[in-house]
């Protein structure tokens, strides 16, 4: 019973690849009067249909290894259905009935983690249905500017008609991409859900955000193919070489990147510091939309991609790691590369693509953004992105040192094992994607990417070869990067055995200079939990930590509980109230009916 | 067969450029300081000393891999630049990469050996990395600024094309855009490893920093790197703003100059703590690239 | 024998087997009586559809109108009256399937069910003002009796406030009658609604308001709905489901059917209308967030949909008005869901409050479930019903380019949607705290059956909302189309 249960939902996770790769033709559901859903899959959406048909399976198999939950497997399938009639949706409604069903199958699947507070459930349902009412009200507008709900190019739309439409619609994607100062829900639920779903939300509910901003940049007149002329441009005019309005949402994303970077730095504990990862991740995403040339949406497809497969990847390692110790706060483990290594090699693939280093794939989509912020001349821009680019490199190096280099800091990391295999079979795979694509930008950007740029009207990157990444501006190699690397990495370590001398291997972890003094088991050596403090003694960084929207939102909660508090006082239980309040009324509405009535 | 000759022949001159400009460092060094320096020859001494130790302690695996992964990098870094221009010599495979690669290249070295840090044990180590780590992060920024000046200006970052686009002295990069140049004159000192950004590697004071549990032929084989590297970065500026050169003693002259003004800033000023280094950075270099940004950019 | 199949059976029926109640006792036929009534009902309403949908019945008694007293079923009433008798039905089923309800399951509750399912079909099919009195007062008098059915402190206060509001609520209702009658003479509404033009201006206002407060009290607008929490607070949830369910969309029909009849031009009444319903709207909504107790939480919830579907049928607008009615059957579907749902848990706990029934989901997932599914529906989430109506509505209001209503419903729900997640957030949570759970057993799994139809119900209307288009728009034509009305009524005005 058991065993058929978790093959359904086995089969369940691959239909979204099914969809992808079986459907062909329109489907249409009629509703009522002329709401009608249709179903189509266009290239961009069939992108993100990939992402998804990639990422359910893997994410699914870890999830084998928990006692057969039949809820939990239901609303996974049923979080699978939303993201799949979101994308196959060819009209508004479609994509809100997706939106919806995404949005509350998440927020139930959730809820089954035990360590959820009422906080966390709260500001990520409400911040989420902001969004999809936010939603909502953009497609009405958009129903009453067009009288229709297929989702197509406006034909003419003057400036305030163009606010009123992006901006319902540009607040619900940036919710749901958790822009800073939207971000609030991201934190809290990629750490408090459950360890093998934190990877969907992250690697594949945060992409649909992406999907949605893109979709909004193809309905203004125009589109992304007007260039400077069509879209954001054409709307509110430019600004050196990329729309001005671009230029807001590409400060919106950068800052949101530096923001989370620093943020991401101060975390104690894995998970948090990846759900702050994946905020400044899609915020490259998103700054690469505001530019919305044809590089930048190259680049932005493609990191949504890497992005999809590094947060599988790390979450779904980090999950094995709590699995196997219980224990998921940086200062409570280390040195579990010997006890974990293939583990280890998941995080450290995917720190590397996270890092953005060549020659793994992170560098590649990367590369297409800064080129494109230089095709656009937005150089302030590229410099506050390297900002967070760079920083990254720290909590990257948290990431691998606390748990798995350093000293063991627990007797459960001391004693713990590898992972089982439904967590390392997703690993290896997402590794060997990560790799290959890294090894092929050229052969990524030629499968995934240009179809949907030439659908979208835009000039395909193209690529001469399978290794090659081109561009305008010069492109590189996967191949040759990698060879060489690796043709250098055997010489020199070959040349270094034939050197003189012998290796000798260090007779304990606490054989180590230090200080001149000779280090026990109750020296404090492992620095997990200290890394990035001293950041704290820069200005900028200070004041980025010392700062939250938290207090914001809590007062905005308390206020409107203060706001029930008083109106709850009416509804006080005795009847003279009632009836002194009715005539009362009904006296008051007489006499201005009356004098109103100009008698 | 071409890359056989021309490989060997990139490595060997970074490698004989850097013993040779380190050499000289401490020399000059020595003599501002009214001392009688070391032989030129030095640097090649102490790192061969180092390379043939007898013995070498290791902490494990990745201890192992971190210095082979930094050398790896610093060959592939300077593989990946031109040395010459309008010649089929020392250009290793830079036709295949470009400016933003090289960039990242210089620094996925030293991330490698992080890990080797950080696997063996010592905490003071790993905060030399979170320094180096924290430098990385305020440098940078400026850095990449000034060089996203000269690749806008050229509108490529094909390192090729840029040198091939000055031809003569008066459309040196430098003269057509100094603030560019301005802009990286510090987070080069920085990326350098040189004085007074020079807390991370902590030559002499500091006890702690990066390389504290690494000895025999590692701390050689990282000592090779460094110098390598920093020929790397040496010429890769003059690639960027001299014009580059056609042939070698255009280009050791060059860099030489180079290295001289490099040397010359970083001999008198004191040492600045981590911080107040990245601080620095954010405040001087990068306002002064917002400046450039501002005049050369917006303004036109 | 043929029995002809006229509305009157609508009303006939539930007094006839109510006046044989003890008869029914005596052979143990109560609940398959109560049950089966409504059957017959809904399957008498489902045969008059064909007829309904060429022209409106009109069932007159002794003599002809404006003279005599008939009975009007055109679309709009016939939708509703399905509605109320498929409510019952659902509702006696539940009473006949669980146990747990014994107060439900006597002779007194038998006739009072009948009774007040009999008044709210009385109301929606009259055509005479003195009839829909009577038939007001048989509903309220049979709510007052039912909220007090449980026979404890709490079901005892419910039942005497609500007297003392509901009387307050006639006496404003009467008295807007006697001003009609004493105006035109008339109680027939179709002639009155011919005539009332005729009535001076002020004397107009003054009739308008009082009818106002009188069903505005009784349909639980904002400033006259205080009592409305504590009655269905000390009901029995499933009374407070039918209250909720059905007596209050008789009511809100029967305000907005007056309104749209007596006036030639139904936008003056189009601002009051509105604006009451936006009022209701916004603080009910707000009042629910803080509410510890679940049926008080509930009450609130359904005032807040009796906001919305007034707002939406203030708006007059043909889309709205199908959304609205449309909004009618969902709400009606999923509060009696959520009251049910709520009943068992309630019993389960020994409480109301959210404290205690902190981590129940993990106890009962099946009912758990059924309120996190009717929930949804009341937010009006897809794919279940509550979206495709709110969806009807919120493209009425588009399609006028009117956006205030928009933003305001999505605000409302944007609330509801914080207290509702609350409780399924208590229901789902592992608290440490030790629970104490009441010594009723888990109710048996048959009583799920009419839950589970329920929830059948609403994913059917999500999913297939054009099920029922044809009917909506046909009611919201009936319901908006004056001139058609009283011509039918009258026959044709020279």
């Known amino acids: 019973m058991t065993a058929l249960v978790k093959l359904l939902f086995l089969a369940a996770s691959l239909s979204p690849a099914a969809t992808l790769l079986v459907w062909d033709g329109a489907l249409a559901w009629p509703l009522f009067g002329d709401v009608t859903l249709l179903f189509d899959l266009a290239p961009l959406s069939a992108f993100f249909l990939l992402l998804v048909a990639l990422g359910a399976p893997l994410a699914a198999i870890p999830m084998l290894r928990d006692d057969a939950e039949w809820p939990t497997y239901a609303l996974y399938a049923l979080l699978l259905v939303g993201m799949q009639v979101l994308l196959l949706a060819g009209d508004f409604i479609g994509l809100f009935v997706g939106w919806e069903i995404m949005t509350w199958s998440s927020y139930l699947l959730l809820l089954r983690s035990p360590r959820t507070t009422l906080a966390t459930a709260q500001s990520y349902i409400l911040l989420n249905l902001l969004s999809a009412f936010a939603l909502l009200g953009g497609i009405l507008v958009y129903y009453s500017l067009t009288g229709g709900f297929a989702i197509q190019a406006v034909a003419d739309l003057g400036p305030w008609q163009g606010l009123a439409l992006i901006g ?363 890394m990035g403090r001293e950041l704290r003694r820069i200005p900028l960084v200070a004041w980025i930590l010392g700062h939250s929207t938290q207090g914001l939102y809590a007062g905005l909660v308390r206020q409107t509980q203060a706001a029930a508090g008083l109106l709850a006082g009416l509804y006080s239980g005795r009847p003279q109230v009632w009836i002194l309040l009715a005539v009362l009324v009904f006296a008051a509405a007489l006499t201005v009916q009356l004098l109103a009535g100009g008698i | 067969m071409h890359y056989l000759l021309d490989i060997p022949a990139m490595i060997a001159t970074s490698y004989v450029l850097g013993f040779l400009f380190y050499g000289f460092y401490r020399q000059y060094n020595a003599r501002i300081q009214r001392r009688w320096g070391p032989s030129i020859f030095q640097n090649l001494y102490d790192n061969l000393k180092f390379l043939f130790k007898s013995e070498t302690l290791s902490h494990g695996p990745m201890f192992f891999f971190g210095p082979m992964i930094i050398v790896s990098g610093a060959v592939t870094t300077v593989l990946f630049i031109p040395f010459l221009k309008d010649s089929i010599w020392l250009q290793g495979f830079s036709q295949h990469g470009n400016l933003i690669l090289i960039i990242y290249l210089f620094v ?46 050229y509108e490529t970052v094909s390192v090729h094309a840029i040198m091939a686009a000055q031809s003569s002295i008066g459309e040196w990069t430098l003269v057509t855009n100094p603030i560019a140049f301005l802009v990286i004159l510090l987070p080069f000192i920085a990326s350098m490893n040189a004085a007074p950004f020079d807390v991370v590697g902590a030559p002499q004071e500091v006890y702690a920093g990066p390389r504290v549990e690494f000895g025999g032929r590692f701390l050689g084989v990282l000592m090779t790197q460094n110098m390598m590297l920093s020929v790397g970065k040496l010429v890769l500026l003059v690639d960027l703003f001299l014009g580059g050169a056609t042939n070698l003693f255009i280009l050791i002259a060059k860099a030489f100059a180079l290295f001289l003004l490099i040397t010359s800033i970083s001999a008198v000023f004191p040492r600045l703590k981590t911080e107040q280094a990245v601080d620095f950075f954010w405040k001087v270099p990068l306002g002064l690239g917002v400046v450039g940004v501002v005049a050369t950019v917006w303004l036109q | 024998m043929a029995l002809p199949l006229t509305p009157i059976w609508f009303i006939a029926l539930p007094l006839l087997l109510a006046f044989l109640a003890p008869l029914w006792a005596r052979l143990r036929l109560l609940l398959p009586l109560l049950f089966g009534a409504q059957v017959v009902l809904l399957a008498l309403a489902a045969a008059l559809v064909p007829a309904v949908r060429q022209a409106p019945l009109l069932e007159t008694i002794v003599i002809a109108p404006p003279l005599g007293i008939h009975l009007h079923l055109d679309a709009v009433a016939l939708l509703l009256v399905t509605l109320f008798h498929g409510a019952a039905a659902l509702l006696a089923l539940f009473v006949w399937l669980d146990e747990g309800v014994a107060h439900l399951r006597g002779p007194r509750p038998f006739v009072l069910l009948l009774l007040l399912v009999a008044g709210c079909d009385g109301m929606v099919l009259t055509g005479d003002l003195f009839n829909l009195y009577v038939f007001l007062e048989i509903a309220g008098v049979t709510a007052y009796a039912l909220s007090a059915l449980h026979r404890d402190r709490a079901g005892l206060e419910a039942g005497l406030k609500y007297v003392v509001i509901g009387s307050v609520a006639a006496v404003f209702f009467l008295f807007a009658v006697v001003l009609i009658y004493l105006q035109t003479g008339q109680l027939n509404i179709a002639a009155v609604a011919a005539d009332f033009a005729a009535i001076p201006a002020p004397m107009q206002v003054l009739i308008g308001l009082s009818l106002l407060v009188g069903l505005g009290i009784k349909a639980e607008l904002f400033p006259f709905n205080f009592w409305v929490p504590d009655i269905y607070q000390g009901s029995d949830p499933a009374v407070a489901s039918l209250f909720s369910g059905v007596l209050v969309k008789a009511f809100l029909f029967v305000l907005f059917h007056l309104a749209f009849l007596l006036l030639a031009d139904p936008r003056v009444a189009q601002v009051w209308l509105m604006g009451l319903g936006a009022a209701t709207l916004l603080v009910a909504e707000t009042v629910a967030l803080r509410q510890p107790d679940l049926r008080r939480m509930l009450a609130y919830s359904s005032l807040g949909q009796i906001g919305l579907i007034a707002l939406a049928l203030g708006f007059t607008s043909e889309a709205t008005t199908a959304g609205a009615l449309f909004h009618m059957v969902n709400h009606t579907l999923a509060k009696l869901l959520l009251f049910l749902v709520a009943g068992l848990l309630i019993r389960r706990a020994a409480s109301a409050r959210l404290e205690a029934l902190t981590g129940l989901g993990r106890q009962m997932p099946l009912a758990a479930g059924l309120f996190v599914l009717a929930s949804l529906s009341v937010l009006g989430l897809p794919p279940l019903a509550g979206f495709a109506s709110k969806l009807w509505i919120l493209t009425g209001f588009a399609e006028a380019q009117v956006f205030w209503p928009i933003a305001l419903i999505l605000f409302g729900a944007l609330l509801e949607a914080g207290y509702y997640f609350r409780w399924v957030k208590a229901l789902y949570a592992t608290g440490d705290a030790p629970v104490a759970r009441g010594p009723a057993p888990a109710p048996a799994r048959s009583a799920y059956l009419p839950l589970l139809l329920i929830a059948a119900l609403l994913l059917l209307l999500g999913a297939a909302p054009f099920l029922l288009e044809a009917d909506l728009v046909g009611a919201a034509q009936a319901l908006l189309d004056r001139a058609a009305t009283i011509e039918g009524v009258l026959g044709a005005q020279p």
Request: hydrophobic share 50%.
């Open chain 1, 168 to 530: 319902p619609l540009a607040l619900a994607f940036l919710i749901k991409v958790g822009t800073v100062p939207l971000h609030l829900w991201v934190p809290c639920s990629y750490d408090e859900a459950p360890d093998t779903f934190s990877a969907v939300l992250s690697a594949l509910l945060s992409k649909m955000g992406i999907y949605g901003l893109i979709l909004l940049l193809t309905l203004l007149p125009g589109g992304l193919a007007g260039g400077l002329s069509g879209g954001l441009g054409g709307l509110y005019g430019h600004l050196l070489d990329g729309p001005a309005a671009g230029y807001v949402l590409g400060w919106i994303g950068v800052i949101t990147s530096i923001v989370a970077t620093f943020k991401a730095i101060a975390q104690e504990d894995m998970k948090r510091l990846l759900a702050y990862s994946s905020i400044a991740q899609v915020g490259y995403i998103t700054t690469a939309i505001g530019v919305g040339s044809s590089l930048a949406i190259g680049g932005a497809l493609f990191h949504a991609l890497v992005h999809t497969l590094i947060k599988l990847l790390l979450f779904t390692t980090i999950a094995g790691i709590v699995l196997r110790t219980g224990l998921r706060s940086f200062k409570d483990l280390g040195r579990l590369i010997y006890r974990m290594p293939i583990s280890f090699f998941g995080v450290l693939i995917g720190i590397i693509g996270l890092a953005g280093m060549p020659p793994l794939p992170g560098f590649a989509s990367k590369y297409l953004i800064f080129v494109s912020l230089i095709d656009a001349r937005w150089l302030l821009l590229l410099a506050a992105m390297i900002l967070s680019s760079t920083a990254a490199f720290l909590y990257c190096y948290r990431l691998i040192y606390a748990p798995f280099l350093g000293h063991a800091n627990s007797p459960q990391a001391r004693t713990a094992t590898e992972a089982p295999w439904q967590y390392l079979v997703p690993e290896v795979v997402l590794m060997g994607l990560l790799v290959a694509l890294g090894l092929f930008p050229g052969l990524g950007v030629r499968l995934f990417v240009d179809p949907v740029l030439t659908a979208l009207g835009l000039t395909p990157l193209g690529s001469p070869s399978w290794g090659e990444l081109a561009t305008p501006y010069g492109g590189y190699d996967g191949v040759v990067v990698m060879a060489v690397f690796g043709g250098a990495f055997v010489v020199v370590t070959s040349l270094f055995f034939l050197l003189r001398g012998r290796m000798r291997q260090a007779a304990s972890p606490y054989d180590l200079s230090y200080a001149g003094e000779v280090p026990d088991e109750t020296t404090p050596l492992h620095y997990g939990a200290g």
């Open chain 2, 108 to 153: 996925l070295g030293p991330l490698g050996n992080a890990l080797a840090v950080g696997s063996s044990g010592n905490p003071f180590g790993v905060m030399g990395v979170t320094r180096g780590l924290t430098r990385l992060m305020g440098l940078e920024v400026p850095f990449f600024l000034g060089l996203a000046l000269v690749m806008l200006q």
